[in-house]
């Protein structure tokens, strides 16, 4: 089945700063990349979704890179704000079928 | 807005005892899915289904089952609890062909003694 790593496991950044999260999927028929933000105490989100016949898409401070040659795709989060503090999943999945996620990344914006 | 809710937010259940979870969801998606969530391990899917009665195996089903007999409601049953079972549990529901995006319930955090 599909394979998907996360790193780092742990990202503490400047507010202001980037933040860049980074994973890689095992199964090169996977075409849906999503990527989900949990804040503490709060259910995981959508936040934004890559499929595999784009390379980048942005929305606002946010955007997914995508190297289908490489199975790696990217989380750039841009000008961190306190409110980007919580944990970031990648995942993966073909066809429509079932979600694999990363194991999570938490983010910790520094005032 | 799609709404996602779960039987209980905490639980705490006996060693052996059988535990029922459940799951409703009102946006009429033929999806849902189970998924525990344990620190360091990510969100690991334990049941799907695709339609009423349907259901397939997740990456960890083992000790677990799972029922849909209406469309909103999926339930996740665990017939003899165990101590490494103690963990925090997910719900989500997702429309035909956007598996991609899934929406949560609040979470059932379970401990087992």
């Known amino acids: 089945g599909e394979n998907v790593e996360q790193h780092p496991s742990t990202l503490s950044v400047q507010e202001g700063d980037s933040a860049v999260i980074k994973c890689t999927y095992s199964?090169?028929?996977?075409?849906?990349f999503p990527w989900y933000k949990q804040e503490l105490g709060k259910r995981p989100q959508l936040i934004i979704d890559?499929?595999?016949?784009?390379g980048e898409k942005k929305d606002q401070r946010i955007a997914v890179t995508l190297n289908k040659t490489a199975k790696h795709f990217s989380l750039h989060i841009t000008e961190t704000q306190p409110e980007d503090s919580a944990v970031y999943f990648c995942?993966?999945?073909?066809?429509?079928?079932?979600?694999?996620f990363g194991a999570g990344t938490t983010v910790t914006v520094r005032a | 807005d799609v709404k996602v809710t779960q039987s209980s937010r905490y639980l705490v259940k006996r060693t052996g005892e059988k535990v029922f979870l459940e799951c409703v969801q009102d946006?009429?998606?033929?999806?849902m899915f189970w998924y525990r969530q344990d620190p360091g391990l990510g969100l690991r899917l334990i049941y799907f289904?695709?339609?009423?009665?349907?259901?397939e195996k997740g990456d960890i089903p083992e000790g677990y089952s799972v029922s849909r007999e209406k469309k909103e409601r999926f339930s996740l049953i665990l017939e003899s609890a165990s101590t490494n079972q103690t963990s925090m549990y997910l719900c989500?529901?997702?429309?035909?062909?956007?598996?991609?995006?899934?929406?949560f319930g609040p979470g059932t955090r379970l401990t087992v003694t």
């Open positions: 989500a529901s997702s429309a035909p062909g956007r598996s991609y995006e899934q929406y």
């Open positions: 199964d090169s028929a996977s075409n849906y």
């Open positions: 890559i499929r595999s016949n784009v």
């Open positions: 995942a993966a999945s073909k066809y429509d079928y079932k979600l694999s």
């Open positions: 946006m009429d998606h033929e999806n």
């Open positions: 289904s695709y339609d009423v009665k349907m259901k």
